[in-house]
């Protein structure tokens, strides 16, 4: 079954740098695109940053030119690099992908950037 983890998230001071991983399995990781989602508490599930199959990649516009989405076909492991980290960047992030008509998400992460 299809099955997405997510990891690498935690406390982290503004100004700050994370990366975040997304290991998949169960489906053929190197044909699909993949997303990253993320949810602040008392708001909706935004997407953060997409990138296809082929490597091509679209930016929420809060989060271009501070975070990188990357992709390791060989590890079927998706990647999110964020740097100058904001207080407002706090949330669980989330890995998705869509498959067949279904979405499939991964059980997320916690950022936290506090001082």
């Known amino acids: 079954q299809v099955q997405l983890v997510e990891s690498g998230g935690g406390l982290v001071q503004p100004g700050g740098s994370l990366t975040l991983s997304c290991a998949a399995s169960?489906?053929?990781?190197?044909?699909?695109?993949m997303r990253w989602y993320r949810q602040a508490p008392g708001k909706e599930r935004d997407m953060v940053a997409h990138?296809?199959?082929?490597?091509?990649?679209i930016y929420a516009p809060s989060v271009k030119g501070r975070f990188t989405i990357s992709r390791d076909n060989a590890k079927n492991t998706m990647y999110l690099q964020m740097n100058s980290l904001k207080s407002e960047d706090t949330a669980v992030y989330y890995c998705?992908?869509?498959?067949?008509?279904?979405?499939?998400w991964g059980q997320g992460t916690q950022v936290t950037v506090s001082s």
């Open positions: 990138i296809t199959s082929t490597g091509s990649t």
């Open positions: 169960g489906f053929t990781f190197s044909s699909y695109s």
């Open positions: 998705r992908v869509f498959i067949y008509g279904k979405n499939y």
